[in-house]
T-cell receptor, first 113, second 115 residues
Framework: TQLLEQSPQFLSIQEGENLTVYCNSSSVFSSLQWYRQEPGEGPVLLVTVVTGGEVKKLKRLTFQFGDARKDSSLHITAAQPGDTGLYLC?????????????FGRGTQLTVWP | NAGVTQTPKFRVLKTGQSMTLLCAQD?????MYWYRQDPGMGLRLIHYSVGEGTTAKGEVPDGYNVSRLKKQNFLLGLESAAPSQTSVYFC??????????????FGDGTRLSIL
């Protein structure tokens, strides 16, 4: 059973288009992290959202944490080929001192020039 | 800074062979993790460690063993490799401070094929 459902699994768009990736769960998390992974490398943290309703911006990327802390979204404005990669959301277990992460299956984004 | 270093980067094994994957981190992190990543499955936790000399099972521990004899090193062992263990293995580490906010730092992975 996947705790975090991420959609879409694949996204192929033209440069300049906007897109949104969704990360949904029936569980409440203490925080949620978004990672980006490029071929041949490990995931790298983009952002952590902590408070319900929180919105964080990272240049053209906007991250939002749902009010109930069960879901999150990533919106990219005017996508560029450099945005190509695998985007992973990961929920932080609120009951674990380990800070265990539960990963979604990922969204493979391809931006064509 | 090297961060998290995994060796080897690639390996091909025959069914039944054994091997050890090494993870080393130079950030003095307390927590270390081993994941496997399969197509369309995201990252799944195999084993983890909260400190030197301690290890615990994650989501998919069967067929793997781990050891953490030194704080900076976390070893993942396959005693008798099976084709189902063909995967990309990632090691990660994290500071003990502030459990909700600290990111996990990942190595670049070990690509393992079992024939």
């Amino acid at each position: 059973t996947q705790l975090l459902e991420q959609s879409p699994q694949f996204l192929s768009i033209q440069e300049g288009e906007n897109l949104t990736v969704y990360c949904n769960s029936s569980s409440v998390f203490s925080s949620l992290q978004w990672y980006r992974q490029e071929p041949g490398e490990g995931p790298v943290l983009l952002v952590t959202v902590v408070t319900g309703g929180e919105v964080k911006k990272l240049k053209r990327l906007t991250f939002q944490f749902g009010d109930a802390r069960k879901d999150s979204s990533l919106h990219i404005t005017a996508a560029q080929p450099g945005d190509t990669g695998l985007y992973l959301c990961a929920g932080v277990d609120r009951g674990s001192t380990l800070g265990r992460l539960y990963f979604g299956r990922g969204t493979q984004l391809t931006v064509w020039p | 800074n090297a961060g998290v270093t995994q060796t080897p980067k690639f390996r091909v094994l025959k069914t039944g062979q054994s091997m050890t994957l090494l993870c080393a981190q130079d950030m003095n992190h307390e927590y270390m993790y081993w994941y496997r990543q399969d197509p369309g499955m995201g990252l799944r936790l195999i084993h983890y460690s909260v400190g030197e000399g301690t290890t615990a099972k994650g989501e998919v521990p069967d067929g793997y063993n781990v050891s953490r004899l030194k704080k900076q090193n976390f070893l993942l062992g396959l005693e008798s490799a099976a084709p189902s263990q063909t995967s990309v293995y990632f090691c990660a580490s994290r500071s003990i401070r502030d459990r909700s906010y600290q990111p996990q730092h990942f190595g670049d992975g070990t690509r393992l094929s079992i024939l």
